[in-house]
């Protein structure tokens, strides 16, 4: 489906105000605003277009330049920078960005009406030439460089990752986190118990493998002395504790 680019003469005020300044070769930047509003409400006047919606833009536009013509008759306002400000500084900026667009649009128009004159065929090629990669010179990619050359740039790269590596916090053990499961630890000692009947505690603790499993295993007799699953007695203070299984249980 084609594109259609329309740009009939005077579609909107911006387009009747480039008329007349194009009309009458005026400086687009220094717009005699009083020439030009005389000329835009002398063409709206005799305007035979009825529909309101058209006509409200062109008597907006109107306002506009009145307003600025007033202005300029008026003391020159100085902004902050301390410049004095020109009244028609944002119209001839609407103006140069509706002057950009309506170019585009011409070139769009040309490069429409032109698009039938250019032809393109789908790429077809050989398989054999399709797949070709050209072969790589190793002695060219390598160049001057030389295994004295790479054994420098060798050392250089294992010297900043030495470098990288914190001298103390290097010397830190790994910290693994072991895990214990607490029920069959239970199950293991009350086994024990059973078959030895009373035993060391120091012994029972000595036996374990590791100090989570001392620590597991101190927990367990705790919770099987509550249930009454064992009794615990020492004859002297400082003296090892004796660990008697006992058959019946005072669970609370």
Do not use: W
């Amino acid at each position: 489906m084609a594109i259609e680019v329309k740009l009939e003469i005077f579609e909107g005020p911006l387009d009747l105000l480039l008329h007349l300044i194009e009309k009458n070769k005026l400086d687009i930047y220094d717009i005699p605003i009083v020439e030009i509003t005389n000329q835009y409400l002398e063409y709206v006047k005799n305007m035979k277009n009825k529909d309101m919606n058209v006509m409200s833009e062109f008597l907006l536009m109107a306002a506009t330049l009145v307003d600025i013509k007033c202005k300029m008759l008026l003391p020159r306002e100085v902004d902050e920078e301390g410049e004095v400000e020109d009244p028609r500084a944002e119209l001839v900026q609407k103006l140069l960005e509706y002057k950009m667009y309506k170019y585009m649009s011409f070139e769009l128009k040309d490069m429409q009406q032109s698009a039938h004159k250019y032809l393109y065929k789908k790429q077809t090629l050989p398989d054999e030439v399709a797949d070709y990669r050209q072969p790589v010179d190793y002695e060219e990619l390598i160049g001057e460089l030389t295994l004295k050359k790479l054994h420098e740039i060798f050392k250089s790269i294992e010297k900043k990752q030495s470098d990288k590596i914190d001298p103390i916090r290097s010397t830190f053990g790994k910290i693994e986190r072991e895990e214990v499961d607490m029920d069959q630890k239970m199950e293991d000692v009350l086994l024990y118990a059973k078959q030895k009947g009373t035993f060391s505690f120091r012994e029972l603790l000595t036996m374990q493998a590791s100090k989570m499993n001392v620590i597991v295993t101190f927990l367990v007799i705790l919770e099987l002395m509550k249930v009454g699953k064992i009794m615990l007695e020492q004859q002297e203070l400082f003296d090892d504790i004796h660990i008697t299984y006992s058959s019946v249980s005072c669970k609370e």
